[in-house]
């Protein structure tokens, strides 16, 4: 079983940044590709990015390429999501996942989902 917590969510004015942690309470976290993803009332949940079990290889979602980062510590069980130059259609609840699946062209969710933290981007 893995939980994840979300954390660094809050509201800012665009331009500004933040930096999202997911924790993960699970044995073997680095067994584990890791995601983010996001969803806005009315819309399903989008994937915003992806990284590789080893911290190597990452996917972004377009409209946040060159803003977001996606990065992992494995000794501390820790995903995280630096967001630069943040716009208002930014905002949304970001969701952290565990075991996203790479498909040829993004990465897939995977089964386990954490409760997810708020991010509103004032224009």
């Known amino acids: 079983q893995v939980q994840l917590v979300e954390s660094g969510g809050a509201l800012v004015q665009a331009g500004g940044s933040l930096r999202l942690s997911c924790a993960a309470s699970?044995?073997?976290?680095?067994?584990?590709?890791m995601g983010w993803f996001r969803q806005t009332p009315g819309k399903g949940r989008e994937f915003v990015a992806g990284?590789?079990?080893?911290?190597?290889?990452?996917n972004y979602e377009d409209s946040v390429k060159g803003r977001f980062t996606i990065s992992r510590d494995n000794a501390k069980n820790t995903m995280y999501l630096q967001m630069n130059s943040l716009k208002p259609e930014d905002t949304s609840v970001y969701y952290c996942?565990?075991?996203?699946?790479?498909?040829?062209?993004?990465?897939?969710?995977?089964?386990?989902w954490g409760q997810g933290t708020q991010v509103t981007v004032s224009s």
């Open positions: 996942n565990a075991g996203v699946v790479w498909n040829g062209r993004t990465y897939v969710n995977g089964t386990y």
């Open positions: 699970v044995r073997n976290f680095d067994d584990y590709a």
């Open positions: 990284i590789n079990w080893y911290g190597d290889k990452t």
